[in-house]
């Protein structure tokens, strides 16, 4: 069982920064690939980025490349989404989740582990 909590979510105005974190429980965190997704009002879950095990590999949403940077620190069971350039439409819950397998994840149905969420919001 594998238990994920995020942080670092809140108020900012668009172009300011935040930096979301996950902690999880997992015994062999490093097996496994670490991904954010969003949710909006009103709409669907959607991908944001992901990680595999040794951080090697990454992957994102259109939507935020070159704004966001997802990283992960093994040793201290923690991914990270670091959020720069923030828009109005960014605004969302942001999930951080996690699959035991290799390579990337992208899609919300091959995670099995979610956190809570943390509420991400951007003023305009």
């Known amino acids: 069982q594998v238990q994920l909590v995020e942080s670092g979510g809140g108020l900012v105005q668009a172009g300011g920064s935040l930096r979301l974190s996950c902690a999880a429980s997992?015994?062999?965190?490093?097996?496994?690939?670490m991904g954010w997704f969003r949710q909006a009002p009103g709409k669907e879950r959607e991908f944001v980025a992901a990680?595999?095990?040794?951080?090697?590999?990454?992957s994102y949403a259109d939507s935020v490349k070159g704004r966001f940077t997802i990283s992960r620190d093994n040793a201290k069971n923690t991914v990270y989404l670091q959020m720069n350039s923030l828009k109005p439409e960014d605004t969302a819950v942001y999930y951080c989740?996690?699959?035991?397998?290799?390579?990337?994840?992208?899609?919300?149905?091959?995670?099995?582990?979610w956190g809570q969420g943390t509420q991400v919001t951007v003023s305009s």
């Open positions: 989740a996690a699959v035991n397998k290799y390579g990337l994840a992208v899609r919300w149905n091959e995670y099995n582990y």
């Open positions: 997992a015994r062999s965190f490093s097996s496994y690939v």
């Open positions: 990680i595999s095990w040794g951080g090697g590999s990454t």
